[in-house]
Every structure is written in C-alpha cells, then in structure tokens.
C-alpha cells in the first residue's frame, strides 16, 4: 500500500496596505514667517519624512502657499491640489497642522468633514495626531477647537498688526507704499519724507494753476505735453 503525498498548506497571503496617494500641502503666511520655526523648508521636510516613514503613503505631489493667508481658500497651490484630487491624481493630504491647511474654521471644517470624505480622500494632520481614517468623535471635538483657536489667532495677528501701523502714522510717520508727488523717502528713515528739491517747484505750479481755476483735467494734460513725469515714473 502506497504512502500518501502530504500537500503543503497553500501559503498565506500577505495583507498589502492600500497605498495612498499623497499631496503634501504646506503654507506659510506673511505674518507666520518666523513664528515656531514655521519656515517652508522645515514643513517640507516634515512631510515628507512621515510620508517616507509610513508604508501605506506614497508622495505624489506637494503643492506650497508661500506668503499666503490661511483665512481663505483662495490660494494658488491650494487651488491646483483641489484640481489634482478632482482628476484622481490625489486621494491623501497631508500637513503639518490644522493652521496650515486653514484658520477659518467653518470652511476649514466643511472641507474636512464633508468635501474631502465626498471626494474619498484621506486627510492627515501630523502634529494634531489627526487622520481621518481613524477619527472619533473626541478626534472630531478637537479638530474643532483647534479651527475655532487659529481662526481665532489669524483675526489677532490682522488686529495687532493693523494697531501697528495705526500707532506710527499717529506718531507721523509715513505708512504708504509710494510718497506723495514732490517728496521722497528720507535715507535715513525709511517713515520719513523728505522734499523732492528737483520737483518741488513742479508742486508749485500745480497749486498756483489751481489756484487760478484751472481743471485738474487740464493740469494733468498739461503737465503730460511738457514731459513732466508722474511719481511713478520719478
């Protein structure tokens, strides 16, 4: 009587992570800059190594608002990581935290809790511990207040920053971009005018031709035929 063959156990198949397609997004707004060490470079650099790091991520993509305010959507590589999801391209975000990704708190949340979950997308937060994957109603409560507190922080930073320039135009200085016609920055003090000797008689006669009831129309036109250039173009 033969031996009976024993076949060996057909192997166990080994569970694969489904990989996600990544989008790392950072942004850096004009009054973060040197906040927490919040540069663009060390956001990057953040993200990628989690997205190295974890087995069932693969960078695609990274999309960078640099000089951009969080207290809107309206942000040119915010836009193009939308448009990237939308063509199947992307289907995870990762960023560094909630301010990142936005400080107003209602679209900040209409995005996480309602676009991104429509569009089957994975959102990652690293430094609030939050995914989306693996939310609970504790994770939901935080996502919240964190929203509510950098909404919150982006209407102070506006306040104090506009108290600023409030208090140093009281002060006398001067806070606009261009000086007006006939003056000058001061080399010393950057706040400071200084009279355009070479067009201060130009001055002059533009008061003294108003004086004498001509039109501004007519001054300008007038200032134009005798090549006179504009403050822009001194």
Do not use: W
């Not at 208090?167 to 001061?186: C, L, T």
């Amino acid at each position: 009587m033969g031996h009976k063959i024993k076949k060996n156990p057909p192997p166990v198949p080994i569970k694969q992570h489904p990989k996600y397609r990544v989008a790392i997004y950072a942004r850096l707004s004009k009054e973060d800059s040197g906040i927490d060490g919040g540069s663009i470079k060390n956001q990057v650099d953040l993200l990628t190594n989690f997205v190295n790091d974890s087995e069932d991520l693969t960078l695609v993509q990274q999309f960078i608002d640099n000089g951009q305010t969080g207290t809107n959507f309206e942000r040119t590589a915010f836009i193009q990581m939308m448009d990237a999801i939308q063509k199947g391209e992307v289907n995870c975000i990762v960023v560094k935290d909630l301010s990142r990704f936005g400080r107003n708190y209602i679209e900040t949340g209409t995005y996480i809790e309602r676009i991104l979950p429509f569009l089957g997308v994975r959102f990652i937060s690293i430094t609030d511990n939050l995914d989306t994957n693996h939310l609970t109603n504790n994770g939901e409560l935080l996502m919240a207040l964190k929203s509510i507190i950098n909404s919150s922080y982006a209407k102070d930073i506006s306040i104090k920053v506009s108290s600023a320039i409030d208090v140093k135009k009281k002060s006398g200085k001067f806070m606009g971009k261009i000086p007006p016609y006939g003056y000058v920055r001061s080399a010393d003090d950057k706040y400071k005018l200084e009279i355009n000797e070479k067009y201060a008689v130009v001055v002059q006669r533009i008061f003294k031709m108003r004086l004498d009831g001509i039109g501004v129309t007519a001054i300008a036109r007038k200032l134009n035929d005798e090549n006179i250039p504009s403050q822009m173009k001194l």
